[in-house]
């Protein structure tokens, strides 16, 4: 029998309920099943009125070991691939993809002291979508460590990976690289 119990966590704002759907003040639950956690979800306190709270709710589905197989190689090829880029830029994968709560585990990819680096990656050949999200958390976690930020995207199936870095420091690279060549650069044009 699946129980839902209320976890030690304050109240988060602007949150979606999972039953009413409305973003409001919201307590986060897990649900778990014979003691063992299988999944969490918020409820407002309107909803957490109602009576019984757990027919109201679609509690989470048990975990299909497909999908979890699934998720185990996708995890697996993601750490591949972070540590082939810490290699090529000379810095280290953190530990836990950078999931740890820990302060100085932040992010993906460290090179410490210079960069710190979100790592994405998709095996679709259409391409994959940018989010400011993405970016704003690689540049807020990567400014409080006092270190640049990146955003790398890996796309598997064309063997290519880009670097997305804000544009003040794309425009400070461009400075530097001026100054290190003596300003020759090259004419505007298409065919320079």
């Not at 029998?1 to 309920?17: E, H, N, Q, W």
């Not at 999972?18 to 979800?41: H, W």
């Not at 704003?136 to 976690?141: D, M, Q, R, S």
């Amino acid at each position: 029998m699946s129980a839902v119990k209320l976890l030690t966590f304050p109240i988060d704002y602007g949150k979606r309920c999972a039953v009413c759907k409305q973003v409001k003040e919201t307590l986060l639950f897990r649900v778990d099943k014979n003691n063992y956690p299988i999944g969490s979800m918020r409820v407002c306190y309107g909803c957490l009125q109602k009576s019984p709270i757990q027919k109201s709710i679609d509690l989470p589905k048990e975990d299909n070991p497909i999908r979890r197989r699934e998720r185990q190689k996708q995890n697996k090829l993601s750490r591949k691939l972070e540590e082939q880029v810490a290699e090529d830029v000379g810095g280290r994968a953190q530990p836990g993809s950078g999931g740890s709560r820990i302060k100085g585990f932040k992010g993906d990819i460290r090179r410490m002291g210079s960069w710190l680096m979100e790592h994405k990656f998709t095996k679709g050949i259409r391409g994959w979508t940018l989010r400011l999200g993405d970016l704003a958390k690689i540049v807020g976690l990567a400014t409080e460590a006092g270190e640049y930020p990146a955003l790398i995207i890996d796309f598997v199936t064309a063997g290519e990976a880009f670097a997305v870095i804000p544009y003040a420091l794309f425009l400070e690279m461009i400075r530097a690289t001026d100054k290190d060549q003596g300003s020759k650069t090259r004419k505007p044009g298409r065919h320079s």
